[in-house]
Structures are given as C-alpha cells and as structure tokens.
C-alpha cells in the first residue's frame, strides 16, 4: 500500500532530478516544446471539434429552417382539415347501388342486403366497366370492397361484389 502512494513522490523527485541535469538552454527548449503540444492537444481536443461543428451547424440551419416552414404550413393545413367535418355519406341501400350502377351504365342480376351489407352479383360486364363502378363507389359514395369475385367470359366478366359502408373513427 505504501508503494502506491510513494510511487507520485517518486516519479516527482525523477522528473526533478532529470530537470536539474539539464542546461538552462536544454530546459527553455524542452518548456517550450512542451507549451506548444499542450497549446496543440488544447486545439485538437476543444476548439477544433468546436470550430468544425459550429461550420456545420451553420451549413445545416437554411435546410432546417426550410424543413420547419414546411412542417407549419403542413400543421396548419391538418388543423384546417381537422376543421372540416368528412361529408356523411348516404347508407348503403339497394336504390343507390342500382343509381350507382345505372349511372355507369351496368344492370345487376340480383342485390341482396344484410343490414349494412350488400351483395351484388353482376354479370356480363366489360371489366373496366366494374374497376370504374368499384373505383367510383369507393370515392364518391364511400363503399369498401369486402369481398369480390369475378370470373371471365368471352370479352366480359360475371362478378359478385359485396360492400360495406366505411366505418371513419
């Protein structure tokens, strides 16, 4: 345990004696050698990283500012879309998915309803003619696609469909 604590003494009384050696000109030589490492580690150490990061920061901060402008005007606009209640659309009902159909220009063979479920069977149609029904009862009358089947025919389709209303939370 006392080797420990004499080992700093020790070392101290080796530097003192190798320092007592020297000539007053090897001593001004080597303090001098040593302030410009010490001046050199305080460079590399603290105020190089400091000098580099503060470049940086400063080459980042117009892309940052511009991000942040972005995201405002996008808060903005949700708060102003959050604003706006979605349109309630009308319940599903066999009238509308006849209009619907009607209004592009397909008959179904049978619509049969389950409370607010409703299954349509098609048949004989160009399939663009049912991806445009389907795509525009998506959008317009808020209807979701449960479950499809479809089969090909020569040049057309027979199809079942069954839609739900979409549930919005």
Known sequence: MTTIHALPMRLAQLFQDFWQQR???ERTVLGC???????ALLYLVLI????????????SLPVLHQQSAQLQSLLTKAGTLAGH????????SK???????????????SIVMS???AKVQLSDVAFSGLLDWLDDA??????QVIDATVNAQAGTVNASVTLRQQQHD
Not at 85 to 92: R, V, Y
């Open 95 to 109: 009238e509308a998915i006849e209009a619907a159909l009607q209004r592009k220009g397909l008959l179904a063979k």
């Open 138 to 143: 998506q959008k317009t009358s808020q209807w």
């Open 85 to 92: 209640a979605a349109q309630p659309s009308a319940p599903i």
């Open 23 to 25: 000539q007053p000109r």
């Open 115 to 117: 409370g607010d479920i």
């Open 48 to 59: 190089d990283p400091a000098l580099s990061g503060r470049l940086r920061l400063q080459k």
């Open 33 to 39: 050698g040593f302030a410009v490492v010490l001046l």
